[in-house]
């Protein structure tokens, strides 16, 4: 203790003795507002410009409340603009003009089944509760969804909203725009966080940050540090909220908790998503939850980097409409509605290291009617997706047995009659009768890639930020989104992020 200094001792006072053991050499990183001059003062100052960041800074200005949104990255949006703006609500207003039958109970077995039971249920009812709530607020700032609900894997019921540009931009872009007219709004790109400010009692009061940073990867990979921008010190007289995302393009940190996967596993996340911001909390005293857990998304393709055009196509046509088959046996191998988890860790034993092997997603042209034309025309002008004239010319594509191939499709077309799936368990009784038979029909190459950091921050109902050292919130600090953890388990399902980010922004700007 004896090369601990008086700041330090006053540090251990205000933040506990474990959060200073947890930040190991950096033991004043945590800034006390006593040796800050503020450049600027705002109530609330959110870190990170996706969903949660929005629905934060929203609702606090709305407040009448002076609002700062900072961006590290050139662009704004984070993944929420490039995800593929699946939207789950649940007793919704589509599903009353569907004729869909939907309850919490039954949206929140879901989400256990796919979160292995280690879901921490106070904050996931909250989602289910407050979904509607989300919807409005996106559609009041100017957020279109196509018409029909798709039924995404997991889901007992079809129950998510598609945005009408199959892309997060279609949600994301109003609210950006509706927080711009603001009077009260601020938006800072290339901006990065660097830091908290506590005042003498411990409480969040502010952060610094440097303006005109410029990201770089490279840098990242090469474990340097990235020394860009110029320094300032933002007061937050309210609150700051953390919604800055996750941590699967930081290699380092996501092999720490998973030493499984390789080093060079793609992932469908902006390349900004390396979880500084997550880091910097623990040394608060932050609680840790689910780090390890780590996500892969079952619908993307091999011949693009990251999400790419092929994965809304196997998300809303093939998986939905279609199936996936092992090209070595033209056998179905899994249920195409499973949970994502399920269906990666069957795709990758159908794969097991060979990538000459990679599964094959089929779905006919009545599959793609049903879809947004925007997605299909992407997806086979890019060329990920192939359009065929037959089943044989798709087994001579992928080299898969044509006789075994059109076995297991009319297999399969005599499950969606009977309304029953006795191999896999698929629901086919939700997909309106659609088979494989009408030409032309669609074909890619099908790979999980990493998607979803499912660990993070604990936070209460309240969007508060819990401390391990107290048990309670640390004051000042509210967080939504992904950098949080916990509530959805092991697994999320598809299209619960968006209404977990709006709820949870939506409700740090109302308590803060």
Known sequence: MSNISRRDMLKMSMIGAGALAFSGVNASATLNSKDIKFDEEYDVVVIGSGYAGMA??????EKGLKVLVIEKMGRLGGNSVINGGLFAVVNSPKQKIEGIKDSFETYMNDCLKAGLQINHPENLKIIADRGNDALKLTEKCGAKYFEKLSHLGGHSVPRTYLSANSSGSGILQPMIEYFSKL???????RT?????????LGRVIGISARENYKFDSKLLDDHMENK????????????VVLAAGGFSRDVFLRNMQDPGIPVDTDSINQPGATG?????TFELGAVPIHLSWIQFGPWACPDEKGFGSASNFNINATFRYGISVNPKTGKRFMNELAD???RAQAMFKVINGDEKNYPINICDQAGVDKITPEIAEKAVNSGVVKKFNSI???????NISASELKKTINAYNSYVMSKKDPEFSKPVHTLEGVQIIKAPFYATK???????TMGGLKINEKAQVVSTITRKPIPGLYAAGEITGGTHGASRLGSCAIPDCLVFGMIAGENI
């Open 56 to 61: 934060a800074a929203i609702t606090s200005a």
């Open 183 to 189: 009077d009260n709004g601020t938006i800072k790109r």
């Open 192 to 200: 990065k966080f660097d830091d908290f400010i506590l005042d003498d």
């Open 228 to 239: 860009t921008g110029e320094q300032k010190y933002f007061k937050a007289k309210k609150g």
């Open 276 to 280: 500084e911001v997550l880091m910097k």
């Open 340 to 342: 994502r988890r399920t």
């Open 392 to 398: 044989e010319d798709i087994a001579k594509e992928y």
């Open 446 to 452: 099908g790979v999980p890639k990493l998607h979803h």
